[in-house]
C-alpha cells in the first residue's frame, strides 16, 4: 500500500501564491509517477498535472501551464505543488495521486489510471 497525505491548502487572494505538499510512504516503489488533481463543488475530478519520479519529468494540464510548478524532495519522499498568479477559477479540493506504472501524459481518463490517492486539501482564491 501507499499513503499519500497533502498540506498546505488555505484561503489566498487572486494573484497570490501557494505550496502544496504530498508526503508519500508506504510502498513508494509502486508510486512511479504522482499527480495532482482538484475537484470543484459540482464538477469533474480535472487532472493538473504529473512528476516521473525516476526522470523528473513533468506535464501539465493548459490551464495551469506557466503558472503551475512540480517538483518533489526525494530525501522526503515528498512532491510538491507550487501555485503562482492564482485566479477564482483555481479554487478547489487538490488531490494527490500515484500510480505504479510510468508516463506523466494523462490518458482520456487520467483519473482511472492513479490506484492512490491523498485526502485533499483545500484551496480558495477570492477575487
Known amino acids: 500500500q501507499v499513503q499519500l497525505v497533502e498540506s498546505g491548502g488555505g484561503f489566498v487572494q487572486a494573484g497570490g501564491s501557494l505550496r502544496l505538499s504530498c508526503a508519500v510512504s508506504?510502498?513508494?516503489?509502486?508510486?512511479?509517477?504522482r499527480a495532482w488533481f482538484r475537484q470543484a463543488p459540482g464538477k469533474e475530478r480535472e487532472f493538473v498535472g504529473a512528476l516521473s519520479w525516476s526522470f523528473g519529468t513533468t506535464y501539465y494540464a493548459d490551464s495551469v501551464k506557466g503558472r503551475f510548478t512540480i517538483s518533489r524532495d526525494n530525501a522526503k519522499n515528498t512532491v510538491y505543488l507550487q501555485m503562482n498568479s492564482l485566479k477564482p477559477e483555481d479554487t478547489a479540493v487538490y488531490l494527490c495521486?500515484?500510480?505504479?506504472?510510468?508516463?506523466?501524459?494523462?490518458?482520456?481518463?487520467?483519473?482511472?489510471?492513479?490506484?492512490?490517492w491523498g485526502q485533499g486539501t483545500q484551496v480558495t482564491v477570492s477575487s
Open positions: 508506504g510502498r513508494t516503489f509502486s508510486s512511479i509517477t
Open positions: 495521486a500515484a500510480k505504479a506504472r510510468a508516463g506523466v501524459r494523462p490518458a482520456d481518463d487520467p483519473t482511472s489510471e492513479y490506484e492512490y
